[in-house]
T-cell receptor, first 114, second 112 residues
Framework: GDSVTQMEGPVTLSEEAFLTINCTYTATGYPSLFWYVQYPGEGLQLLLKATKADDKGSNKGFEATYRKETTSFHLEKGSVQVSDSAVYFC?????????????FGKGTKLTVNP | NAGVTQTPKFQVLKTGQSMTLQCAQD?????MSWYRQDPGMGLRLIHY???????DQGEVPNGYNVSRSTTEDFPLRLLSAAPSQTSVYFC???????????FGPGTRLTVT
C-alpha cells in the first residue's frame, strides 16, 4: 500500500541555520503531497502542498518540490527561527489523488535554539 | 467559521467503558476522517467518510464505530475502551477540490 518515509528526528538547529527534512513516498497513481506542521499542544496545520510532478509548494519561507523521478518531497527552509520549533509531517493523498484520506510519515521534531 | 471542532479536549476512561468523541465542521466539506496519533507512529487513519451516509474503514478501525448522518457531524464511538486506545484523536475534514484536510484541535484520551 501507499507509504511515506521521512527522516527520523529529533532535529536540533541554531537560529538562522538551513533546514532540510527528507521525505520519500511509495504510491500507486499520482498522489498529492503535503507537509503539515504541529505546534506544541495543537492540531495539525497545512504548511504547503503540491498536486503534480515538478510543482513547488511554498509558505512562510518553507519550500518543497514534488520529484516524481525520485519519489521525494523534501522540506527546506533557508533560515529557521525559534518559532519554527514544531513537529513536521509529510503526507500523501489517497489513491488516484483523492483527498478523503491521507497517509502520514511518522513526523520529525524540530527544535530551534536562539 | 469555527472550522473543525472536537469535544471533549481531555477524557479519562476505565477499561470497558464506552464513549463518543464528537466532531463537527462548518465548511460544508464532503470528506471527514478520524486519525489517532501515537508517539513514534505518526497519524493513522481509523475511519473516514466521503459524504453523509457513507463511511469506510481506515488502517486501524478495530474497536471503533462511526456514522455520518449529516454533512457537519462525524462522531467516533469507542465500544469497550482498552488501554491500547490511549492516544490523541484528531478529526479532519476536506474537499476534493483542494486536496488538503483541515484538522481539529484533538482529544487526548487515557484509558486506565
Amino acid at each position: 500500500g501507499d507509504s511515506v518515509t521521512q527522516m527520523e528526528g529529533p532535529v536540533t538547529l541554531s537560529e538562522e541555520a538551513f533546514l532540510t527534512i527528507n521525505c520519500t513516498y511509495t504510491a500507486t497513481g499520482y498522489p498529492s503531497l503535503f507537509w503539515y506542521v504541529q505546534y506544541p499542544g495543537e492540531g495539525l496545520q497545512l504548511l504547503l502542498k503540491a498536486t503534480k510532478a515538478d510543482d513547488k509548494g511554498s509558505n512562510k519561507g518553507f519550500e518543497a518540490t514534488y520529484r516524481k523521478e525520485t519519489t521525494s518531497f523534501h522540506l527546506e527552509k533557508g533560515s529557521v527561527q525559534v518559532s519554527d520549533s514544531a513537529v513536521y509531517f509529510c503526507a500523501l493523498s489517497g489513491p488516484q489523488g483523492g483527498s478523503e484520506k491521507l497517509v502520514f510519515g511518522k513526523g520529525t521534531k524540530l527544535t530551534v535554539n536562539p | 467559521n469555527a472550522g473543525v471542532t472536537q469535544t471533549p479536549k481531555f477524557q479519562v476512561l476505565k477499561t470497558g467503558q464506552s464513549m463518543t468523541l464528537q466532531c463537527a465542521q462548518d465548511m460544508n466539506h464532503e470528506y471527514m476522517s478520524w486519525y489517532r496519533q501515537d508517539p513514534g507512529m505518526g497519524l493513522r487513519l481509523i475511519h473516514y467518510s466521503v459524504g453523509a451516509g457513507i463511511t469506510d474503514q481506515g488502517e486501524v478501525p478495530n474497536g471503533y464505530n462511526v456514522s455520518r448522518s449529516t454533512t457537519e457531524d462525524f462522531p467516533l464511538r469507542l465500544l469497550s475502551a482498552a488501554p491500547s486506545q490511549t492516544s490523541v484523536y484528531f478529526c479532519a475534514s476536506g474537499t476534493g477540490k483542494t486536496y488538503e484536510q483541515y484538522f481539529g484541535p484533538g482529544t487526548r484520551l487515557t484509558v486506565t
